[in-house]
């Protein structure tokens, strides 16, 4: 069984910054791949941004592209979601994962 557990969420303002952290405990396999996705009220989870074991490969959702930045510590267990110049419309619950296994997600409240 793999664990995690989000933390870093808040309530901001449109042009804030937030950084997200996700530490991994249990049966964790740092060859793998870890993802953040967001789900906003109503809407369908979206996926973030995601980050090779390596640290060599990074994905970002376009509509992040160029504000977040997403981070990894291979010998903590954690990935970080670095978020700059947040907006409104980034207001969600942000969860990361690890292959099948997720985290219960931190709360992320941006504010006009």
């Known amino acids: 069984q793999v664990q995690l557990v989000e933390s870093g969420g808040g309530s901001v303002q449109a042009g804030d910054s937030l950084r997200l952290s996700c530490a991994a405990s249990g049966r964790t396999d740092s060859s793998l791949a870890m993802a953040w996705s967001r789900q906003a009220p109503g809407k369908e989870r979206e996926f973030v941004a995601s980050?090779?074991?390596?640290?060599?490969?990074?994905i970002y959702a376009g509509s992040v592209k160029g504000r977040f930045a997403i981070s990894r510590d291979n010998a903590k267990n954690t990935v970080y979601l670095q978020m700059n110049n947040l907006k409104p419309e980034d207001t969600a619950t942000y969860y990361c994962?690890?292959?099948?296994?997720w985290g219960k997600g931190t709360l992320v409240t941006v504010s006009s």
């Open positions: 980050i090779s074991w390596s640290v060599a490969t990074t």
């Open positions: 994962n690890m292959a099948s296994y």
